[in-house]
């Protein structure tokens, strides 16, 4: 990819950033999007390290020009004083040939001054040792250098003890280096110590961030957030023993304790480590940086930070600047991050790709991309990949793919593929990879469970896996509880599920929990003359939620309360939107209402429509109009129906009616 095009798409980014309008893809493709703020398997940034040549600064010194002074003229005079015999020339010419990588040169003037008991000289004589492959040489050297309290060397041989495996011996010598304030040496101590760990490492974490060290800063940042979110990662970027390596799709955020959340001062402190070593240049701080300032809301901060971690090569950065762009609108630049991202291997941006692709319904470049993200190891390759093919009908391609998301622990995977092979009549099938998707925390394969189970009237095993999906905020599966416990007589706890339910948006749960409600209350009666509209109860509340979601029992029982207050007009529009959805209780209702504002011929449409769908009262009152109207015959048909269509009541009437219209026929 051209640069310029990056360049652009970066220009474009300033201005687009601040339009918060998102565009999402289709709900069904698991790009992973959140995964970019949450913790994952991070590549080793190169620890920063230094070569451990002590006299490093009078070395640098002489390579420099300083004044009149060339480099070749005061390497020359090093030279001429280290002939004559001078300890701290030889030793600073040892260090300067030493840095250039002239080691058979510095080996000799290293020599001599450490001779002469130059502590830099020793320490630097182990480095040139160890650069040659004599490791034990080279730690003699570093003893005698720690002893006279160098601080560099001690570091060096605690390093070359730990490389060995001699715990004790490594930690020795790096507490000697830390407390002697060398950088380097702390953050190795509390490298070992957070091997063990053992709570002293965030000390020396901390010890050498404040010294500048920005891998320690940058390290110190991580443990100080992963305090407060609880996670399951450690300082040093590690999985913590027991942690699953591979997540599934959907968001997983954990909470310090129960109710609690993430502790504010750790986390404030976490950023502002952060900031230090991302302002040094480091690319995965300016990562974590970005992420905090995003959920913050601060997404034009945190776009600035993602677009300098993706310069310096972070493709996360990079697939997280893409779904910032792309909720800002612009997807045109997102995909151009995105394939940034996806070239250097970064599995949930070939994702977003293949989502990008799918919806424009170019299907061979979307499963293209997602084959990419399954080889980048994105197990949501495959599972997005099952997705493509069930949307085009090629069921044995999906089962495939959902079969190998399953076999790696994706738990929508599992789900998806118990379905698949449910509505194929395999329900033994089904059910083990429900359990499997339950069991890893899929709320919709628990609520899928409950409906195998009730479908075999297991009842109490269905209700267990409907509460176990409630829990997790299902709604439908609230909504089931809910009912179970309602034919239980249980009203408080239904209730509870009910409103949990309808608070979801499940317009069933609301027209239920109406029903509770106002079955508790006596009915209303018609307002006094002269006096204002009662207000409206809870329950009616919940009657109106359910009918603008729809429902058309809750339609009806709207109109028929805004009727019992004298709101006529609230009570004919509630009616009729009832009635023009189908339902024959609001076409008969609508058709009183009409009859009564002397609409006969509208209202005997409506009976109409509601007699030919089954209602025995409408059918009763066709006859009546038509016995009014002399229309003898037309009022015996509608008669036979009332008697067929019921209730008892209608048909006694309706019988009793159609004799005197016989008679009346006869007479």
Known sequence: MADEVFAAA????????????????????????????????????????????????????????????????????????????????????????????????????????????????????????????????????????????????????????????????????????????????????????????????????????????????????????????????????????????????????????????????????????????????????????????ERRGELKEAGRWYLIAAKAGEARAACALGFLLRDAGDRESAAVWWLRAAQDGDGNAANALGALHAARGEQQTAERWYRAAMDAGDVNGAYNLGLLCAAQDRTAQAEQWYRRAAYTGHREAANALAVLLLQAGDPVGAEPWFSKAAEAGSVDAAFNLGILYAGRDEDRTALLWYERAAAAGHTEAALQVGMALLHRGEEQEAERHLRCAAGGGSAEAAFRLAGLLDARQPPPGPPALGEPLPEKSECEEWYERAAEQGHRRAQVRVGMLAASRGDMESAGRWYREAAESGSRNGAFNLGLLLAREGSEREAALWWTRAAADGHGRAALRLALLAARRGELAEGQRWCARAVELGPAEVAERAARLREALHQELTA
């Open 10 to 293: 970066a220009e474009q980014y300033k201005d687009i950033i601040e339009n918060t309008e998102t565009a999402e893809p289709p709900e069904s493709v698991a790009t992973t999007e959140t995964a970019r703020n949450a913790e994952s398997h991070e590549p080793a940034e190169d620890f920063e390290t230094a070569d451990g040549v002590e006299n490093a600064d009078a070395a640098a010194t002489a390579e420099s020009t300083d004044g009149a002074d060339s480099t070749d003229e005061a390497e020359a005079r090093h030279r001429r004083a280290a002939d004559a015999g001078d300890t701290a020339s030889m030793s600073v010419l040892g260090a300067l040939l030493l840095r250039r990588g002239d080691l058979a040169g510095a080996e000799p003037y290293l020599r001599a001054a450490t001779a002469d008991g130059d502590r830099a000289a020793a320490n630097n004589l182990g480095v040139l040792l160890h650069q040659r492959g004599y490791p034990e040489e080279a730690a003699g050297w570093w003893r005698t250098a720690a002893v006279a309290g160098s601080a560099a060397a001690a570091h060096a041989l605690g390093r070359h003890f730990r490389e060995r495996g001699d715990e004790p011996a490594a930690e020795y010598w790096l507490r000697q280096s830390a407390e002697q304030g060398h950088a380097l040496g702390a953050y190795a101590l509390a490298d070992l110590l957070e091997h063990r760990s053992d709570v002293g490492a965030e000390r020396w974490l901390r010890a050498a961030a404040e010294q500048g060290h920005r891998e320690a800063a940058y390290r110190l940042a991580r443990l100080l957030e992963h305090d407060a979110a609880d996670t399951a990662h450690d300082a040093f970027g590690r999985p913590a023993p027991g942690s699953r390596g591979t997540q599934p799709a959907a968001p997983r955020r954990t909470a310090r304790s129960a109710g609690e959340g993430p502790a504010p001062s750790r986390t404030g402190e976490a950023e502002q480590w952060y900031r230090q070593a991302a302002a040094r240049g480091h690319r995965r701080a300016a990562l974590h940086l970005g992420a905090i300032l």
